[in-house]
């Protein structure tokens, strides 16, 4: 008998949950879907809570101005590092990569200085790898007959690719003595930088061949990508058995 008063009681504890859960079930607001965002604050950039337009508007944020945003004040450019590999090569730290994102276009001569102290550095270490003193190996006026100096100025004070309304589209191309006028998908353009730093007059100074190390590739190829074809530019996919 208590034996059965005992299930009894927790069949019915288990019938009272189950009809209060119920009531919370049918209680749900019919446009409560989950995807209500809440309010976290009149300036994150996002149209939340009960705002009508991003961070105005609502019983919060202040009214939205008429036609649109308001682009009133003063604005700042937070990334400047338009073209590929720039600031990976040349911006050794994190500290010097932000202090580069982040100046102005007028003030970016400040950087040229330690761009060719770095381009110095890195024929450093491969003097020191080829066991020949680092004064024996410096950077060698490239390809496009630019030296340190040039060079280094062009990679600092000229980062985003020039606009060639009336030439053709190319990352660099010395018959025609055009650099820098945009790119093609299929330009191998970390390669391209590389030869530009270790190439030398003829492009092919550390090329890999006569024991000289392999500097002018990063041996990553495009892989069976056509980039004739849309977005995204995906290779087959690799089969793993």
Same mark, same amino acid.
């Given at each position: 008998m208590k034996s059965y008063n005992m299930k009894s009681y927790k069949l019915s504890v288990f019938v009272i949950l189950m009809f209060t859960a119920l009531i919370f079930v049918q209680c749900k607001d019919d +446009? #409560?879907? @989950?995807?209500? =965002?809440?309010? =976290? &604050?009149? +300036? #994150? @950039? !996002? *149209? /939340?809570g009960d705002e009508t337009g991003i961070d105005c508007g609502g019983s919060t944020c202040t009214p939205c101005v008429d036609g649109g945003l308001n682009f009133d004040g003063n604005f700042i450019q937070e990334d400047i590092a338009g073209r590929p590999g720039v600031n990976i090569i040349f911006g050794i730290t994190d500290l010097s990569k932000n202090n580069f994102n982040n100046s102005i276009v007028s003030n970016r001569t400040i950087f040229q200085e330690d761009f060719q102290e770095v381009l110095e550095s890195y024929h450093n270490v491969y003097a020191t790898s080829l066991d020949i003193p680092i004064d024996e190996l410096n950077y060698e006026t490239n390809i496009l007959n630019w030296d340190?100096? %040039?060079? $280094?100025? =062009? !990679? &600092?004070?000229f980062d985003a690719l020039q606009v060639a309304p009336n030439g053709p589209t190319t990352y660099y191309d010395t018959n025609n003595n055009l650099v820098f %006028? @945009?790119?093609?998908?299929s330009d191998d353009v970390m390669d391209q930088t590389l030869t530009l730093m270790f190439g030398g007059g003829d492009g092919i100074r550390f090329d890999g /061949?006569? #024991?000289?190390? *392999?500097? $002018? %590739?990063d041996a990553v190829g495009p892989g069976d990508r056509d980039f004739t074809l849309s977005f995204p530019y995906l290779e087959t996919p690799l089969l793993i058995e």
């Open positions: +446009d #409560d879907n @989950g995807n209500v =965002i809440d309010q =976290i &604050s009149c +300036d #994150d @950039g !996002m *149209q /939340n340190a100096a %040039t060079f $280094t100025t =062009i !990679m &600092s004070n %006028t @945009g790119r093609y998908l /061949n006569n #024991d000289t190390p *392999q500097l $002018t %590739t």
